[in-house]
């Protein structure tokens, strides 16, 4: 193992590649409270996190499965359940009278349209503030799944009206 005055032992989380801590050195100086936003292979996770002394604190979180009770039947990891996810997390922030936040994708790729993003659009169109620019958000035929149903229409069913529904069914939660 390397020894020495110039020899530094990066820190685990980040020779793991799981933290980015320049980025999130920024975040945390914000103090705005972060929406976490992640994607495993299976759902779409949000959650409403702030630091604290003995590490991040989650406040509020909202999953794609938790879409289900609303009558959602598609696949909880694509794009239609990202930005229903992150409009659920939205009206869960505002009961809970948080009214903004700063988006934090991780390590996730910041692609354009991209599944991180859909969550944004629909935590923002909910009524939650974060900074954001418009050309990174995806399209609404995306959101809607209507590419889905255009692409593979036997595997799609109904899903541009049944995202409608669920949007709809949030919202009325909302007020």
């Excluded at 685990?12 to 409270?33: A, F, M, N, Q, W």
């Amino acid at each position: 193992m390397a020894t020495g005055a110039r020899y530094f032992v990066p820190f685990r989380r980040r020779k793991e590649g799981r933290t980015d801590y320049h980025v999130r050195t920024k975040l945390l100086l914000s103090g705005i409270p972060r929406m976490v936003v992640r994607r495993t292979n299976r759902q779409i996770i949000c959650q409403l996190v702030v630091p604290g002394d003995q590490g991040d604190q989650t406040l509020i979180s909202a999953y794609s499965a938790e879409l289900k009770a609303f009558g959602y039947e598609g696949s909880f990891s694509g794009t239609p359940a990202a930005y229903l996810t992150g409009m659920l997390f939205a009206t869960k922030a505002l009961a809970a009278g948080y009214d903004e936040a700063i988006l934090d994708i991780g390590l996730a790729r910041a692609q354009k349209g991209a599944r991180v993003f859909a969550a944004l659009k629909g935590a923002v169109e909910a009524g939650l503030e974060i900074p954001h620019g418009e050309s990174v958000l995806p399209d609404d035929e995306r959101t809607s799944g209507a590419v889905i149903a255009e692409f593979a229409p036997e595997r799609a069913g109904n899903l541009v009206e049944n995202v409608e529904e669920v949007a709809k069914a949030i919202m009325k939660e909302q007020e």
